[in-house]
């Protein structure tokens, strides 16, 4: 079974070099696509160092080179040249999968560990339904037993639930498929035709929200995904956000947070964004209290800070990303 795996490295060549690994310990005809968002260190180089050790033919290209790759290219490393953003890597990523003759595409976060043929059975079960739109593994928290997720639920006003999260992971093998209206977007399988029909990820926001944005668009239509139990990730949870983030817990939550706020807005409208806001914001104070991500004594100019830029920004831009988490903004 042929089919790209996209996978957006950034200044995380060591996650990168064992996600893939982990892919080529399988019997699989995949073609990983590696797109280095400009990375600040040497990444590129020690993937390909990396992979060059074990024997696996890879190819370096420029990142709007619209090519096919050589033929028995395992891996495709596209040099981003400088930090996209997480939706705009993986965009670059799906036009070389698409470039490529890829039919279907597997979005895959770098700080992941793929269980064997984890990645053949959801792209199988994709390709045997034409009416499903995504399929996705069992995520597991990464050396240990539990589940991360099988997905989960989302209403309209943005509200969401895991399936078994946290259960021990037998329980989710035991229940095959689980259907569900939500997925992050650490590991999903799409068709390359319809998700570059879409549009692929919104880039409105730097980093994150892109796959809740895309939770919702496919509630509005209709659209179904499936979770395949039987494929199982391993996800070294909050890594890729850690290191985007710098480790500024507070920086991150304001983050996550303002994509959330501006999102909504855009699809509500003011009025309803305003009744929303009102309803959500104390369900925010007491996950921000819980958490200690803000200090108690400054959850109220937080939440203020918040909801003022909210409401005047229509997208998060990379500046405005970096102006959070130097503390600028």
């Not at 918040?306 to 130097?326: G, I, N």
């Amino acid at each position: 079974m042929s089919y790209a795996v996209v996978i957006v490295n950034w200044n995380g060549a060591e996650d990168t070099l064992a996600c893939l690994y982990s892919i080529f310990d399988g019997a699989n005809d995949a073609l990983a696509i590696v797109v280095d968002n400009g990375s600040a260190d040497d990444s590129l180089a020690r993937i390909a160092a990396g992979l060059a050790s074990r024997g696996i033919a890879f190819e370096r290209c420029a990142a709007r080179s619209g090519r096919a790759p050589v033929p028995g290219t395992r891996v495709l490393l596209v040099a981003a040249g400088e930090n996209l953003g997480f939706a705009a890597g993986c965009n670059l990523g799906l036009r070389a999968a698409s470039a490529a003759g890829s039919e279907h595409v597997v979005f895959l976060n770098n700080d992941t560990v793929v269980e064997a043929d984890a990645l053949d059975l959801i792209v199988g079960r994709l390709a045997a339904d034409p009416g499903c739109f995504a399929t996705l593994p069992m995520l597991t928290v990464y050396g240990t037993d539990h589940i991360w997720n099988c997905g989960g639920e989302v209403s309209p006003l943005g509200l969401r639930r895991y399936h078994l999260a946290g259960r021990p992971r037998a329980q989710g093998a035991a229940r095959g498929e689980i259907r569900c209206s939500f997925f992050t977007g650490c590991c999903f399988a799409v068709s390359v035709a319809a998700f570059r029909a879409r549009g692929g990820f919104s880039e409105r926001f730097f980093f994150g929200e892109e796959d809740f944005e895309l939770a919702l668009w496919m509630r509005e239509h209709g659209l179904a995904s499936v979770c395949v139990t039987a494929a199982v990730v391993q996800h070294k949870v909050s890594a890729s956000f850690d290191s985007a983030a710098g480790g500024r817990a507070a920086a991150r939550v304001f983050i996550y947070y303002l994509n959330r706020f501006i999102h909504m807005r855009l699809r509500f409208g003011l009025a309803r964004w305003c009744l929303w806001s009102a309803a959500y914001l104390p369900y925010v104070a007491v996950l921000l209290w819980r958490s200690g991500a803000v200090p108690a004594a400054g959850v109220p100019s937080f939440l203020c800070r918040l909801l003022s830029r909210a409401r005047a920004m229509d997208r998060v831009t990379r500046s405005d990303f970096e102006a959070v988490m130097a503390g600028r903004a």
